[in-house]
């Protein structure tokens, strides 16, 4: 995805999308990305077919610029039969792989060590691609990805690791929570390439990502990419939000959307009402995919043991 446009009309689709959802009182317990766009279209940017990306269960946004379709995710995560994974994954387990997207997990650093095992099952297959695991700082201080960052340096696996740091895990601060200057520094402690980008900016983690990617690529092992971004919205869906109105005034100042839109405009590659027909284009996307999720039914009891080993 290499047209500015397109990333950033990917990074409305994700915004109106989990606003809509947001808006219903049967949303669940949902773990959002406002503010982390620009994060999900600019390493989704970077990947190609063959490659798969893993991630935390802050899954929505990510799975939505891999190209998981609108619909069938809104049906998952409303519990719904025609969902991505029949109403039973939700955001915490959601996976399509077909699309690119293996999986996330609701665990905490969960899904950093499933990671490594398909990027090491891929590479002795033979299958092309590489793999991606995208978890937030918060998972910095878990010891499963210290053990997978040294297996990886190891054994050079064909592994990208993508930090989206939105400086809370919960409530706990970035620097309450890891002593380490930036949290990149952990992969080159492996001798790991690394980079801090600002996650703010579509571009710059696109290019960023492809460099990263590539260096993958070439075998030359694994990489650690830190991306600093911003959180919009409070933890989940029914955390309580602790920063200040003043605060969250001064992060929405930051907004990676409204940035990439005055960006865009001030290029001329965008004028005002193009931009409104781009806002609208998403919001309608958005309600055909909770249609969609509505029209489906329920799973039936009867179902309750299948796909259960």
């Not at 499963?144 to 054994?155: K, S």
């Not at 929405?252 to 960006?263: D, G, M, S, Y």
């Amino acid at each position: 995805m290499s047209d500015p446009v397109e990333r950033l009309r990917a990074m409305l689709m994700i915004r109106a999308f989990e606003d809509c959802l947001a808006a219903r009182k049967d949303h669940g317990f949902q773990l959002l990305s406002s503010g982390e766009e620009a994060v999900s279209v600019g390493l989704a940017a970077a990947l190609g077919s063959a490659d798969q990306l893993l991630t935390g269960g802050r899954s929505i946004g990510p799975a939505l610029a891999r190209g998981v379709d609108p619909g069938q995710l809104m049906a998952e995560l409303l519990g719904k039969v025609a969902g991505t994974n029949r109403g039973r994954a939700g955001r915490g387990h959601l996976s399509d792989p077909d699309r690119g997207f293996f999986g996330a997990h609701a665990v905490v650093a969960g899904n950093i060590s499933v990671a490594a095992g398909v990027a090491l099952a891929r590479r002795m297959a033979g299958d092309p691609g590489i793999v991606v695991i995208l978890f937030g700082d918060g998972a910095s201080g878990a010891g499963p990805l210290y053990e997978t960052l040294n297996m990886a340096a190891l054994w050079q696996l064909p592994l990208l690791f993508v930090c989206n740091n939105n400086r809370l895990s919960v409530s706990t601060t970035r620097e309450a929570g890891n002593a380490t200057k930036n949290i990149s520094d952990l992969g080159a402690a492996f001798g790991l390439w690394t980079r801090v980008v600002d996650g703010l900016d579509v571009g710059g983690v696109a290019a960023a990502a492809s460099e990263a990617a590539g260096h993958v690529r070439l075998g030359n092992g694994p990489a650690f990419l830190e991306c600093s971004s911003i959180r919009l919205r409070s933890h989940s869906t029914t955390a309580r939000e602790t920063r200040s109105r003043a605060e969250l005034a001064a992060l929405r100042e930051l907004c990676p959307i409204e940035r990439e839109i005055a960006l865009l405009e001030g290029g001329g590659q965008l004028d005002p009402a193009r931009t409104q027909a781009l806002r609208d284009e998403a919001t309608q996307k958005a309600e055909a995919a909770l249609a969609f999720a509505d029209a489906s039914p329920y799973p039936d009891a009867s179902e309750v043991l299948n796909h259960v080993e």
